[in-house]
C-alpha cells in the first residue's frame, strides 16, 4: 500500500499543480473578459443619452 502510494504520489502532485495553474488562468481570463464587459457596457452607456 505505502509502494502504491509513493508511485502514485508525484502524479497526484503534477495533477494538483496542473489543475491549480489552470484553475488560476481560466479565473484570471474570466475576471478580465467580465472586467473588459463591464468597460464595453459603460463606454455604451456613455454614449446613450
Request: charged share 10%.
Amino acid at each position: 500500500m505505502l509502494l502504491i502510494g509513493i508511485c502514485y504520489y508525484p502524479i497526484f502532485v503534477i495533477i494538483s499543480i496542473t489543475g491549480m495553474v489552470y484553475a488560476i488562468f481560466f479565473f484570471g481570463c474570466l475576471s478580465s473578459f467580465y472586467h473588459r464587459a463591464n468597460r464595453l457596457r459603460d463606454l455604451c452607456f456613455s454614449f446613450v443619452p
